[in-house]
């Protein structure tokens, strides 16, 4: 028979297992965090560990390529990255503005059509920052990194990070003694997304 304590009773027991399930949510959610915080401390400590080495390059860096490629080995190792590169400035007979690619280490070959000349890939070599790449010199010159999806880069410096494969892209500025040196890139050529530049 169903009476007022019954009716207390199950609406007790309902009130019970929905609280139960409220803690079994929060509990999941707080483990869910938890690892999330374990991995991201993780990862932090990874940055560290090939910042620290990557210090240990360059203070016997002398300007060789050889040094290059141990610290961009390192830095696309821990970055989880397709390709990354330095490009080093310097000026044509005329005084403008150029880069050029010094050193590069990729994840593992990436896919080139050598048979289809459209689909070649531009040199990064004596480019024009003012013709190809105006926006960066702006940025790079004044200490500004950025980081962006290639399909939303202007047409000049699409055209050229298309031709390497390339989906999203985070650009470092290089100073030595207070001069605009030149720059890293970080490429990821197999999806177009790319985290803040700050971090």
């Known amino acids: 028979m169903v009476n007022s304590r019954t009716i207390e009773k199950l609406c007790s027991?309902?009130?019970?297992?929905?609280n139960s399930s409220m803690k079994t949510i929060t509990m999941e959610e707080k483990a869910g965090n938890l690892n999330s915080q374990e991995v991201n401390l993780a990862s932090h400590q990874l940055y560290l560990e090939a910042l620290v080495q990557v210090e240990r390059y360059l203070l016997t860096f002398n300007g060789e390529s050889e040094c290059y490629s141990d610290i961009l080995q390192t830095l696309g190792s821990v970055c989880k990255v397709s390709r990354v590169y330095v490009c080093e400035n310097h000026r044509s007979e005329l005084g403008e503005l150029l880069m050029s690619q010094k050193a590069e280490w990729c994840v593992r070959l990436l896919g080139r059509n050598n048979d289809n000349p459209s689909s070649q890939s531009l040199s990064l070599e004596n480019l024009s920052y003012e013709d190809f790449f105006p926006r960066w010199i702006e940025l790079l010159a004044n200490g500004e990194?950025?980081?962006?999806i290639v399909t939303d880069f202007p047409e000049s410096e699409r055209k050229i990070l298309a031709s390497r494969g390339v989906l999203s892209t985070l650009i470092l500025p290089?100073?030595?003694?207070?001069?605009?040196?030149?720059?890293?890139?970080?490429?990821?050529?197999?999806?177009?997304?790319?985290?803040?530049?700050q971090k």
Not at 13 to 18: E, F, H
């Open 13 to 18: 027991d309902k009130q019970s297992n929905r």
């Open 174 to 197: 290089i100073f030595t003694q207070g001069e605009f040196f030149g720059f890293i890139g970080f490429d990821n050529c197999e999806e177009a997304k790319f985290g803040n530049p």
């Open 145 to 148: 990194p950025f980081s962006g």
